[in-house]
């Protein structure tokens, strides 16, 4: 017997930190990013836990790598949602910074049959969960019945109102990756500089450096309180849930929204940040936009 077919299919990986009872709870499909150390591979989340990973990475050694899932396991995952699905939307890191979005496009192009079906490969301009959250409020405007074009347009307003501001432990796994030119510098190579960064639709611009955690969450508390009308806020950090505890001390002590969710970071970010970081996603209310 042939399905009915429904609302909109919605995609992402596994960048996007969205824990999964959360994609279950919006029928949110999440495709795993590959962690390589060395010559070994692992399937993020599903043949490498996090706190494993962290460890491994602390321990030093080869410095990991992370791969975008090849486009068959994209395509298996559109070919699935299709006996159901009305479409596909599909939503990905910034483009400057993964081939995340490409592998999602080529995987499309690899689906037999989809007929006349919609499809959009998206980019968000965000990552973890500044990601995770713009594809949650897609999933629920698809479950509300939105079709392609009203979904494209959540996610471009989305973009301009998501903010992820973090503090790293240090600039050495930022330099390791070469994704950002200013990490590069002599500067993180011969101090002890803890790194302020923020990624706002598709960049990842520096906020400077501090010399101590205390002084890094003070900075980012700073820089919180200068966004508008936060309408909803999460907790990021890698590896060490204590320093999301001493950022959590200091956001009781003002008035901002609680945190939704605390997340210890997906390896695929960890790796180009490394362990000790903490920051934040947060997102304005329509109308209340900082550039």
Same mark, same amino acid.
Request: glycine share 8%; proline share 5%; aromatic share 6%.
């Given at each position: 017997?042939?399905?009915? $077919?429904?609302?909109?299919?919605?995609?992402?990986?596994?960048?996007?930190? %969205?824990?999964?009872?959360? =994609?279950?709870?919006?029928?949110?499909?999440?495709?795993?990013?590959?962690?390589?150390? *060395? /010559?070994?591979?692992?399937?993020?989340?599903?043949?490498?836990?996090?706190?494993?990973?962290?460890?491994?990475?602390?321990?030093? *050694?080869?410095?990991? /790598?992370?791969?975008?899932?090849?486009? &068959?396991?994209? =395509?298996? +995952?559109?070919?699935?949602?299709?006996?159901?699905?009305?479409?596909?939307?599909? %939503? @990905?890191?910034?483009?400057?910074?993964?081939?995340?979005?490409?592998?999602? !496009?080529?995987?499309?192009?690899?689906?037999?049959?989809?007929? =006349?079906?919609?499809?959009?490969?998206?980019?968000?301009?965000?990552?973890?969960?500044?990601?995770?959250?713009? $594809?949650?409020?897609?999933?629920?405007?698809?479950?509300?019945?939105?079709?392609?074009?009203?979904?494209?347009?959540?996610?471009?307003?989305?973009?301009?109102?998501?903010? !992820?501001? +973090?503090?790293?432990?240090? $600039?050495?796994?930022?330099?390791?990756?070469?994704?950002?030119?200013?990490?590069?510098?002599? %500067?993180?190579?011969?101090?002890?500089?803890?790194?302020?960064? #923020?990624?706002?639709?598709?960049?990842? /611009?520096?906020? &400077?450096?501090? #010399?101590?955690?205390?002084?890094?969450?003070? #900075?980012?508390?700073? @820089?919180?309180?200068? !966004?508008?009308?936060?309408?909803?806020?999460?907790?990021?950090?890698?590896?060490?849930?204590?320093?999301?505890?001493?950022?959590? #001390?200091?956001?009781?002590?003002?008035?901002?929204?609680?945190?939704?969710?605390?997340?210890?970071?997906?390896? %695929?970010?960890? /790796?180009?940040?490394?362990? &000790?970081? $903490?920051?934040?996603?947060?997102?304005?209310?329509?109308?209340?936009?900082?550039?």
């Amino acid at each position: 017997m042939r399905l009915a $077919v429904s609302r909109l299919g919605i995609v992402t990986d596994s960048t996007s930190d %969205i824990p999964p009872e959360l =994609a279950e709870k919006w029928g949110i499909h999440v495709v795993p990013c590959y962690v390589n150390f *060395g /010559t070994e591979s692992y399937l993020d989340q599903e043949e490498m836990s996090r706190s494993e990973f962290y460890e491994r990475l602390a321990s030093g *050694g080869a410095h990991p /790598t992370t791969a975008a899932p090849p486009a &068959g396991m994209f =395509a298996e +995952a559109y070919q699935r949602l299709l006996s159901t699905a009305s479409g596909i939307i599909s %939503i @990905h890191p910034p483009d400057q910074l993964s081939a995340l979005r490409q592998s999602a !496009l080529n995987g499309w192009d690899l689906v037999k049959g989809a007929g =006349a079906r919609p499809f959009r490969a998206l980019d968000a301009g965000q990552l973890s969960m500044g990601l995770g959250w713009i $594809v949650v409020r897609a999933a629920q405007a698809a479950r509300d019945g939105a079709d392609t074009a009203a979904i494209e347009k959540l996610v471009a307003n989305l973009r301009n109102r998501v903010h !992820l501001l +973090a503090a790293l432990d240090t $600039v050495q796994y930022l330099r390791l990756s070469g994704r950002v030119g200013w990490a590069r510098g002599t %500067i993180g190579k011969f101090l002890r500089l803890r790194p302020l960064l #923020r990624i706002f639709q598709g960049r990842i /611009t520096s906020l &400077g450096y501090t #010399r101590t955690r205390a002084s890094a969450i003070e #900075r980012l508390i700073i @820089h919180l309180q200068q !966004l508008e009308e936060i309408e909803s806020m999460t907790t990021l950090y890698t590896h060490i849930p204590e320093i999301a505890d001493e950022f959590h #001390r200091r956001l009781s002590e003002l008035k901002l929204p609680e945190p939704v969710l605390t997340i210890n970071a997906t390896p %695929i970010l960890g /790796t180009h940040v490394g362990p &000790g970081g $903490v920051g934040f996603v947060a997102i304005q209310r329509q109308g209340r936009l900082s550039s």
